[in-house]
């Protein structure tokens, strides 16, 4: 607060950006006047910042007065505007701005200020940008970098459509959507390996015949073809093991699944399955 009066000499601007599910805005609070604006949806919060300073500075290069300083509470908005390795257009802009302005024997300070700490002018920016976010915001060029949010929405969004429409696909069964699995950190490499193989549905015992140019094994006590599926949760052979290493998810309402077992959900734990694969010595065939 005692550095602002430091600039009472000087005509005080406060910019300030908006950005909400209701949209994006920016504004400019000059002495008298407030220059606001909507962007559009996609326009960074940082985007907006550097909008509202370049209307600043537009005021600026027509005011009468000659000194000037502008109030902003976003601190990476002022480092990049000293950075003249940026290659972000807006604040190329702002320092051509800056270039034009010192030409007109304008002195201008930018000023760094806390938001929300109940600054006068920083609490209107704040509201004007928080009304003009409201509006219809038209058509407007913005960084490259302000889309990408949105085309990595677009393409997850295709992805996941894409992987939904999968079938007979082994990985679709057990991974519903197309967001990376979290770290299980297993304790060993070759656990890593084993559950990865699991999950894919790919394992040595199941696919090992294609290295070897051989028939597909076929379980024995069964007389159907082995796979993930068939071994972790429907053999009876294991059933013993099965009940001493899934007993607690396996009820009447809720049986034992390929996906509730593999499947990263509430239930999931690799402790368990390491124990079951050792205990029916299918651990070195996977």
Known sequence: MNHIQEHTGEVQIYTDGSKSSSGVGYASVLPGVTKSGPLPETASIFTAEMVAIVTALRAISS?????????????????????????????????????????????LSFCWVPGHIGVAGNERADGAAKDASRLEAPQRALPHSDYMASYYTTFLQHWQDTWEKKENNKLRIIKK??????????????????????????????????????????????????????????????????????????????????????????????????????????????
């Open 177 to 286: 959507d197309v967001r990376p699995w979290h770290n299980p950190n297993l304790p060993s490499r070759r656990q890593e390996i084993a559950l990865a193989r699991l999950r894919m549905g790919h394992t040595r015992l199941t696919h090992g015949y294609l290295m070897e140019s051989g028939a597909p094994p076929y379980c024995m006590s069964c007389i159907v073809p082995m796979t993930v599926e068939h071994f972790l949760v429907e053999c009876p052979d294991y059933s013993d093991e099965r009940k001493l290493c899934f007993g607690k998810i396996m009820t009447t309402s809720s049986p034992l699944t390929i996906s509730r077992v593999l499947g990263e959900n509430d239930i999931f734990d690799h402790s368990l399955i390491m124990q079951f694969l050792n205990l029916t010595g299918l651990l070195s065939k996977i």
């Open 63 to 107: 005011h009468p007065q000659q000194s000037f300083v502008i109030f902003c509470d976003s601190l990476s908005v002022l480092q990049s505007i000293e950075s003249y390795e940026s290659n972000n257009p807006l604040v190329q802009h702002i320092q051509q701005w800056l270039f034009f302005i010192s030409a007109r024997r304008k002195e």
